[in-house]
């Protein structure tokens, strides 16, 4: 394969938020984290292939660049056809120029970089006073990065691409992700559950006086930080304080993973941490899409 001119691309998501240096990424041990999260020893020349559910991620060392591919077809085709398991088309592939030695690759989950958006299985309405809780599977992002005597960060590959959506009002929304599997009440840890899936989890407390109908809600899991237990992975308990108003509700991140989930090791922190509890809208109810209550 003919070369590139080197720094002729960039990495693949190149310019992803690293995490804080005061923070390492895998905070306790590493390889607690379930394969094929680990570090991939470097053997130069030879082309190395690793598959997360939809995604497909090559890369190898040549003439001392790392080079990377990767391909991921649309997340709702469900027979994806087969590809040659060596090298792709030349026009795929991302070289980065290097000037250390490393000894390994290693690829790490990372939750969304944006908050993500899931509906319950049907619309929810909560009595005052009251509390539930809510589960998705988030599909992760697979992170690279090169490792020796230093670190060096390479960048991101979503392993599902997701779709883009607005939460909140015109004026007032934010950019997220659309989550198209449901939220769900209950959820068990399932042994079979492929790698690139963590399981998150929000608890709403209704503290108004009335009722709380809620049709979608935004999951700040860009605030929240990766667990695992026994080969499964989950996020920290995200808390939505309700009371009262346009949907707005008190959000904060709890550190503390699901009962069923308990003992879990935290293998990654937030991308952003939050120091207070953000104020922030979090459902979009059924009294706040015009005609669909009586009366209005």
């Known amino acids: ?33 379930p394969r094929p999260w680990k570090d991939y020893p470097i053997e130069v020349g030879k082309t190395e292939l690793v598959d997360f559910g939809p995604l497909r991620l090559w890369w190898k060392f040549h003439q001392k660049d790392f080079w990377t591919a990767a391909k991921n077809p649309d997340y709702f085709e469900q027979d994806r056809p087969a590809e040659p398991r060596g090298p792709i088309e030349e026009d795929d592939w991302v070289r980065l120029a290097l000037e250390e030695k490393f000894e390994a690759v290693r690829l790490s989950p990372r939750l969304p970089d944006r908050p993500v958006v899931a509906q319950p299985e049907t619309p929810l309405e909560m009595r005052p006073g009251s509390k539930i809780s809510l589960y998705i599977r988030c599909p992760l992002r697979v992170r690279i990065d090169l490792v020796g005597k230093q670190e060096m960060s390479v960048g991101e590959v979503p392993s599902v691409l ?62 929240l930080a990766l667990f695992e237990h026994q080969g499964q992975l989950w996020s920290d308990v995200m808390e939505a304080h309700y009371r009262g108003g346009p949907e707005i509700s008190e959000v904060r991140p709890t550190g503390r993973v699901p009962s069923n989930a308990s ?25 706040s899409l015009p005609g669909l209550l009586s009366g209005e």
Request: proline share 10%.
């Open 263 to 287: 003992g879990a090791k935290k293998i990654c922190p937030p991308r952003q941490p939050l120091k207070e509890a953000l104020v922030a809208k979090t459902f979009r109810t059924l009294r």
């Open 162 to 223: 997701l779709s883009n959506t607005w939460f909140g009002s015109l004026t007032e929304g934010e950019l997220c992700y659309w989550i198209s599997s449901s939220a769900a009440r209950q959820i068990e840890p399932d042994p079979w559950q492929p790698p690139y899936l963590a399981i998150c989890s929000v608890t709403i407390h209704n503290h108004s006086e009335d009722d709380l109908k809620v049709e979608r809600i935004c999951m700040r899991v860009n605030n």
């Open 1 to 33: 394969m003919d070369e590139k001119e080197t720094g002729s691309k960039q990495p693949p998501d190149s310019t992803a938020d690293a995490p804080s240096p005061e923070v390492p990424f895998f905070e306790d041990d590493f390889e607690s984290a």
